[in-house]
C-alpha cells in the first residue's frame, strides 16, 4: 500500500533538521520544554513555592504533587513571554480550588462529563492505569469534573465510592450530550484538490469528545444521518472533530489520502492532544486506520474490509 504510506526520503541539507520532540511533554521540542519546565520553576518561586520540576510534574516538600501536561498544552504554541502570566493563573486556580466543597453524589451527577484523552497524556499521572477505560488505540475515555475553575480527571475508584463506575460514565456521557445543546461550534468544510471533509471547531474543550456522539454530531451538523459504510474521523486535539460520512467510495477515498496528514498535523501543533491517528467508526465499532509511528512517519492502513468498500480492492468471486 504504498500509496497510503508517508516516510521520509533522503535528508536536504537546505531543509531545517527533524524536531526533537521531548519525551514527557510531547507538545514541545527539548529545548522549549527545557525553558518550560525553567519558567514554571521561576514563577511558582516569585509565588511562594519553592517546588521541585521533574520532566511531568512539580513536587513539594510536604508531599504535593501538580502534573504539568495540561498546562504544557495551554503553553504549546503561544508566546514564552506569556508563559508566566499562564503558570500563574493555572496555579493560582488549583490552590484555590482546594477548598471547594467536598465530592457529593449530588455535586458529581451536575458535574461530571465524559472526555476523550491522549494515553501517553495520562501516563504522566502516576496511577495513570486507573484513569478511564480504553476507547481506541491511543485514546482512553475518562470522567472528568467539570467546574468554572478547573477540570480534574477522577480515578474511578473515588466515583465507585458512591455509585458502581458504568453509570458514572452514562452520566458524563449525558452531560456531554446536553453540550450539542449550550455551546456553540462552528462547521467548516475542508477541501484540497479533489479530497473534502468536515471539521467541527469549538472553544470547548470537549468538542473533540463529541466523536462519542459521532451518529449526533454528524446528523446534527451533517444533516444527514451516518450510512452504513460508516464515517472516516479525526480528533486531532481538544477543540477540533473532523470527519467524513463514507458514502460514494471514491469521494471517501478523496478524503483518507487527505485526512492523515491532517490528523497529525492538528495533533503535533495543536493544544491539548488527543490522537494523530484516523478511525473509522461503522456501527459503533471503531478501527484505526492510520497511525504517527515513533520517528514521526505516517502509516495509513485501512485493512481488508475498508479497502474493499472503498472500491480498492476487488471481491473474490466464488
Known sequence: MGLFSRSKGSPDPDEPAPRQVDEALTMFESAQAARFRATVRETLAEMGYEVTVLVDHVTTDD?????????????????????????????????????????????????????????????????????????????????????????????PAALEEFAPLGPWFDRGLANLRAQLDTEQYELEEVTHEDASFSCLLGDSVYTASLALLLPDVVRRYAARPATEKGVLFAVPYRHQLAFHVIEEPQAALNALLVLPQFAAAGFLEGSGPVSPSVFWWREGEIRQISRLTPERTLAVTPGPELELLLGMTRREED
Not at 493563573?89 to 462529563?113: N, S, W
Open 63 to 155: 508531599g504535593r504533587q501538580w502534573g504539568l501536561w495540561n498546562l504544557a498544552a495551554g503553553c504549546a504554541g503561544t508566546d514564552p513571554q506569556q508563559w508566566p502570566s499562564a503558570i500563574r493563573e493555572h496555579f493560582t486556580t488549583i490552590m484555590a480550588a482546594g477548598d471547594d466543597e467536598p465530592l457529593t453524589d449530588e455535586y458529581l451527577r451536575a458535574h461530571v462529563v465524559t472526555r476523550l484523552m491522549e494515553e501517553d497524556g495520562l501516563r504522566q499521572t502516576p496511577d495513570w492505569i486507573d484513569r478511564g477505560l480504553e476507547w481506541a488505540p491511543g485514546v482512553r475515555q475518562v470522567v472528568v469534573v467539570d467546574t468554572p475553575q478547573t477540570v480534574q480527571v477522577v480515578p
